[in-house]
């Protein structure tokens, strides 16, 4: 096995530890009664949506000539039906349905 892959996989690994952990570890809110799975649970849905906007901007990454106008449609979507109804799955529903349908364009 190549190294660069063995050290890309264990990197990966890393990264994908801390953003499950490290929400549970940082106060989210000044209330002391809440649990630790209450703050896991809030600090799941704004990483689900990180993790979409991650990797719909990792592949645009290496050529970096020019973004793709599905990119702005998607964060719009994701920002305003989270302003609108307040759900992380509509939001990211939403995010993805339009960063999908700019993609077409």
Same mark, same amino acid.
């Given at each position: 096995m190549r190294p660069e892959l063995l050290l890309l996989a264990c990197a990966t690994g890393?990264? @994908?530890? +801390?953003?499950?952990?490290l *929400? @549970?570890? !940082?106060?989210m809110h +000044?209330?002391?009664r809440q649990t630790l799975l209450r703050r896991f649970l809030a600090a799941t849905g704004p990483a689900a949506i990180a993790t979409l906007l991650? =990797?719909?901007l990792l592949p645009m990454l290496p050529p970096a000539t020019a973004l793709s106008p599905a990119l *702005? !449609? /998607?964060?719009a979507a994701v920002l =305003?039906?989270?302003a609108w109804r307040?759900?992380?799955?509509? =939001? @990211?529903? =939403? %995010? +993805? !349905? +339009?960063? %999908?349908? /700019?993609?077409l364009l």
């Open positions: 890393l990264v @994908t530890w +801390a953003f499950r952990v *929400p @549970t570890k !940082l106060p +000044a209330s002391s991650a =990797a719909s *702005p !449609l /998607g964060i =305003a039906v989270y307040r759900s992380v799955v509509l =939001a @990211t529903l =939403a %995010g +993805a !349905l +339009a960063y %999908g349908l /700019g993609s």
